[in-house]
């Protein structure tokens, strides 16, 4: 990759971030982790008291969340690998991934309600447009607005979202979330960092990490949504 060859406007405008997984866990009903739930292992209680139609309800919203986390890091790659490379499939990657991140929060939404809603595209966004800044220093070799990305990231995604999703849910631990969130930015940051140094091997297994990371992220948020309301699963 000729690292003069600087993305365009339209191609950081479309650019966005960060794919999957571990299926094992998508298909685990009443399945959490420590990072998010209360309990960190199957949470048998529930499992036994499950009946077939609330067990599909609650498989539902798993395979929901994870493809959908699944898709977010495919997109993220792709859409990575054309802006910075200048492709011409830029704008409409760019575009499938914020549709994508509103499927998330449609997600969110169908749970805790519109305002729920447009607060987490409206945090979520941030991250996106933040990484397109972030990609683009890289390029440059601008480490200061590297760094002015992520702290952004951090101060106005990371903690903001923990803090809402907990104040949510009882069963999600704020701290434990703004961890996993975090770990999640730092394995898109160096997905980038090794597109722009040519580490296509390195890319490929950040890639394949950050799938398994995001489907327990995920997984683990449908099992204290189902642990919230057990009588809609």
Same mark, same amino acid.
Request: no cysteine.
């Given at each position: 990759m000729d690292d003069s060859n600087k993305p365009s406007t339209k191609a950081k405008t479309a650019f966005t971030t960060g794919m999957v997984v571990m299926l094992i866990l998508g298909l685990l009903v009443g399945f959490g982790i %420590?990072?998010?739930?209360?309990?960190s292992h199957y949470n048998k209680k529930l499992a036994a008291a499950t009946v077939p139609t609330s067990a599909t309800k609650a498989a539902d919203l798993r395979t929901t969340?994870? %493809?959908l986390g699944i898709d977010h890091m495919t997109l993220t790659d792709q859409a990575v690998?054309?802006?910075?490379d200048g492709n011409a499939d830029a704008t409409a990657l760019g575009t499938s991934?914020?549709?994508n991140g509103n499927d998330i929060g449609a997600a969110v939404g169908s749970v805790y309600g519109a305002s729920a809603q447009k607060t987490f595209d409206a945090v979520w966004k941030i991250h996106l447009d933040q990484f397109v800044d972030y990609a683009v220093a890289d390029k440059e070799g601008n480490t200061a607005a590297m760094q002015t990305a992520l702290n952004t990231i951090q101060t106005q995604y990371t903690i903001p979202l923990s803090k809402y999703l907990a104040s949510a849910n009882p069963n999600i631990s704020e701290s434990a979330l703004q961890t996993e969130l975090s770990d999640h930015v730092a394995m898109t940051a160096t997905m980038i960092d090794d597109h722009v140094k040519g580490n296509y091997t390195a890319e490929a297994n950040e890639l394949s990490m950050a799938n398994t990371h995001i489907a327990t992220l995920f997984s683990g948020l449908s099992a204290a949504i189902v642990k919230q309301y057990p009588s809609k699963f």
């Open positions: %420590t990072a998010i739930v209360e309990h969340l994870v %493809t690998d054309a802006a910075l991934l914020y549709a």
